[in-house]
C-alpha cells in the first residue's frame, strides 16, 4: 500500500467503509448509475474486470466437462410454480411481464430471477437414456431481482452472472459433482483473485430454496464482514420429481437424475475492491486487471524517450501481457496516481538517465516496492514482480482473515466480540433453528457456514448449552 494518500476524491476507508467503496467503483470508472433504481450501468474498465473473470472461469468449466448453453429471459408464471419451495423463495424478487406490445399476456411472464424451472423444463424434454448423462450445463447471462436495496456490485437489481445446471445418474455422481464446482470457485478465489476462503456448508435456514445441500465459499473483507463469493447446491431428485424429468436405467427402469446448481455474479468484483484496495483506490489482482503493466515515460520530450517506451511496451504485449503506454502530457504526478487508483499492479518507469544506463525501475502497486532491472530482462523480471503482487496481495487478506476468526462459548461472548472486533466467530452449535435464529436476533450475526475444516471447541451450544458436535461461522455479512 502507499504510505501516502494520493487521490483526495476517495473518503479513507477508516472514515467511511461504506463511501469508500463508493467512491472507489465511481473514481477508478467501474460503474455508474442508470436511471432505474438498482440498475447499473458496467463501464468499460468495470467489465473488462469481468471479462477476464469469465474467460478463465469458463476454461475450468470446461476441463470439467461443462457445456455453455443460453435459456430464455422470460419465464412462465406455470412453470415456476411447479417447484414449491423454489416459487416462494423467489416470489417477493420477481418483475412480471403482462402486456406483449398493446395487448394484455394470456399468463404472466417473470423476468428471469434464476434458471431452475428453465432448465428443469429443457433436461424433461431431451434425456431420454442413461447414456446421455450426465449433462453439465452453464449458462453466463444477466437476471433480475427486484431488491429493496442497492450497492454497486453488492446488491443490484439486474445483475450478471454464470449459473450451472447438471444433471446425473446417481446421487453420489451429483453429490460429488457439487463439491467439486465449490472447488473449482475456491481454487479460483485463492489462485486467481488473491482471496482466502473458507469452505463450508450452509445451514438449513440458509440453504438455496429446494435443495437439498447448499455449500459455500466465504471470504472477508477489509472491514471484517463476510462475503458469500460462491456456492454449489445439491438438488437430489426433487427438480426432477416436480418436473417429471426421467430417463431410462441400464435395467431399463424409468427412473429420475438428480441435479446440481452452482453460480458466482459480478459480486465477486466488489468482492475484489473490498478484499484488496486501499486509501488511494483500487489494488487489481494480476490475472484478471484489464492492464497489468503500465508504461510511464519520464520526461518523455527528451530525445529517445517515447521510442523506447514504446519498444517496452510491444516486449511486452509480445510477451503475452495487457499493457497500456501513457504518453500524454498529464505530469508524471498525475500518471502515478491515476493507475495506482485503477489499480493497475505494475508500473514500468523509464526515462534519460535509466536508458543511459541500459535499465527501468518497476513499482508495484500493492505494496509500492521499486525494483530497477537491466533492459534485456525485463519479460522476466515483469513476469516476476506480477507473481510477487499476487502473492503479497494474498498473503496480506490471508492474515486479516486469520487475526480476526475467534472463538467464543457463549452467545453473550461472540456477542461481544463481534461488537469490539468484527469477523468471524467460531462456536459450537446444536444445529437448532431457534439458537441459529437467536445469534441473529441477539448477536447480531448470521450463519456463514458450517466449515468443512472442524474444530472441538467443547462439548455444548454456545447459544443453548445443550450437547453439540458441529462447530460453526457466525459473522455480519454483505
Known amino acids: 500500500m502507499a504510505k501516502e494518500k494520493k487521490v483526495e476524491q476517495i473518503t479513507d476507508m477508516e472514515v467511511d467503509f461504506a463511501q469508500w467503496f463508493t467512491d472507489v467503483c465511481k473514481k477508478a470508472q467501474l460503474i455508474d448509475y442508470s436511471s432505474i433504481k438498482g440498475v447499473f450501468i458496467y463501464r468499460p474498465y468495470g467489465y473488462a474486470i469481468w471479462e477476464n473473470i469469465q474467460h478463465i472461469m469458463d476454461a475450468e468449466f470446461k476441463k470439467q466437462g461443462v457445456e455453455n448453453v443460453y435459456m430464455p429471459l422470460l419465464i412462465p408464471e406455470s412453470l415456476l410454480q411447479k417447484e414449491k419451495d423454489h416459487v416462494e423463495g423467489f416470489a417477493p424478487e420477481c418483475a412480471w411481464v403482462t402486456m406483449g406490445g398493446n395487448d394484455n399476456l394470456e399468463e404472466r411472464y417473470a423476468i428471469r430471477p434464476t434458471s431452475e424451472t428453465l432448465f428443469c423444463e429443457h433436461f424433461a424434454n431431451v434425456l431420454q437414456s442413461h447414456r446421455d448423462l450426465p449433462m453439465k450445463y452453464n449458462q453466463w447471462c444477466s437476471v433480475l431481482r427486484w431488491e429493496k436495496t442497492s450497492r454497486p456490485f453488492l446488491r443490484h437489481r439486474e445483475f450478471l452472472w454464470q449459473e450451472g445446471h447438471t444433471i446425473h445418474a446417481t446421487a453420489e455422481e451429483a453429490k460429488e459433482f457439487t463439491e467439486t464446482m465449490l472447488g473449482v470457485y475456491a481454487d479460483f478465489c485463492e489462485n486467481v483473485l488473491a482471496m482466502p476462503v473458507t469452505r463450508g456448508q450452509k445451514t438449513e435456514k440458509e440453504k438455496f430454496n429446494g435443495a437439498e445441500a447448499t455449500y459455500t465459499i466465504e471470504c472477508m473483507m477489509h472491514d471484517r464482514k463476510a462475503l458469500q463469493a460462491g456456492t454449489s447446491h445439491y438438488f437430489g431428485d426433487g427438480f426432477a420429481k ?60 527528451k530525445p529517445g524517450v517515447l521510442e523506447a517506451a514504446n519498444g517496452l511496451k510491444q516486449r511486452l504485449v509480445d510477451a503475452g501481457l495487457r499493457v497500456k503506454l501513457d504518453d500524454s502530457d498529464n505530469s508524471m504526478g498525475w500518471k502515478c496516481a491515476e493507475y495506482e487508483m485503477k ?12 536508458l543511459e544506463n541500459g535499465q527501468c525501475v518497476l513499482v508495484r502497486r500493492n505494496d509500492g516496492e521499486k525494483t530497477v532491472v537491466k533492459l534485456e530482462e525485463l519479460e522476466a523480471a515483469v513476469a516476476e514482480q506480477l507473481a510477487l503482487v499476487h502473492a503479497g496481495m494474498y498473503a496480506k487478506a490471508k492474515k486479516n482473515l486469520e487475526d480476526h476468526i475467534y472463538e467464543a462459548h457463549s452467545l453473550e461472548e461472540a456477542k461481544a466480540i463481534q461488537e469490539k472486533n468484527g469477523g468471524f466467530i467460531k462456536t459450537m452449535w446444536c444445529g437448532e433453528l431457534d439458537c441459529e435464529l437467536k445469534m441473529k436476533e441477539v448477536g447480531g450475526m448470521s450463519s456463514r457456514c458450517i466449515p468443512f475444516a472442524q474444530e472441538k471447541l467443547g462439548e455444548t451450544c454456545a447459544c443453548c448449552g445443550k450437547k453439540a458436535d458441529k462447530m460453526i461461522y457466525w459473522g455480519v455479512a454483505y
Open 242 to 301: 416436480a418436473f417429471g424429468i426421467e430417463f431410462t436405467d441400464k435395467t431399463n427402469q424409468k427412473v429420475n437424475p438428480h441435479e446440481t446448481s452452482w453460480g458466482v455474479s459480478t459480486r465477486l468484483i466488489g468482492g475484489i475492491i473490498m478484499t484488496h484496495g486501499d486509501n488511494n483506490g483500487l489494488v487489481l489482482p494480476p490475472k484478471i486487471a484489464p492492464v497489468q503493466v503500465v508504461v510511464l515515460p519520464i520526461a518523455q520530450h
Open 343 to 354: 489499480g493497475v499492479p505494475l508500473r514500468v518507469e523509464c526515462g534519460p538517465r535509466d
